[in-house]
């Protein structure tokens, strides 16, 4: 049976593409890699996003297994100006999930996109595969698959995080499974 771990990156400097892990961050990575080393891996696929890729370097080494860069899935784009009440904006688009700001991209729109990197990875029938992105896209990935999650869900996730997602009677379960 096919199990994807859905991990959020650990902390970061910034919410630039390019931003690194702060020190604290670090040390998160090597918790996540401490915490899959019982667990057999068969495939790591990550955001291009700088912070994503270090969280989940140290558990490529110890695997021995070379990371795959996917930009779906990259954080979904809010907007491509500056938004002052970006955290109220956010929320609305957890709300109405076609609601879309200048430049940016819907609820609806990005969760599609992390929803087809999932999809394809339980259509392979991989035995385990972790996934590593970022916040506001997770969160609309796990209201996909459960539409109880909202707003506040995503204001409860921590750096880092992670979600175990399988198939059970077909239907995608979801568990958390990081104890931050």
Not at 135 to 156: R, S, V
Request: glycine share 2%; net charge negative; charged share 30%.
């Amino acid at each position: 049976m096919s199990k994807i771990y859905i991990i959020r990156h650990c902390l970061a400097e910034g919410q630039s593409p390019d931003a690194p892990l702060t020190q604290t961050g670090m040390k998160q990575a090597e918790s996540l890699a401490d915490f899959f080393k019982d667990i057999t891996i068969h495939r790591i696929l990550s955001s291009p996003f700088l912070r994503a890729v270090q969280s989940i370097e140290s558990v490529s080494e110890r695997k021995d297994i070379k990371v795959e860069i996917d930009k779906r899935l990259s954080e979904r784009l809010l907007s491509t100006k500056d938004l002052p009440d970006w955290y109220e904006k956010l929320q609305a688009t957890f709300l109405d999930m076609s609601l879309k700001f200048d430049g940016g991209e819907s609820s609806k729109d990005a969760m599609e996109r992390i929803v087809s990197v999932v999809e394809e990875v339980f259509a392979r029938n991989v035995e385990n595969t972790l996934i590593v992105s970022h916040g506001n896209i997770i969160a609309l990935l796990l209201k996909h698959y459960n539409n109880d999650i909202d707003f506040q869900c995503w204001q409860k996730l921590s750096n880092p995080d992670v979600f175990l997602l399988q198939v059970e009677h077909n239907k995608v379960m979801i568990e958390r499974v990081w104890r931050p």
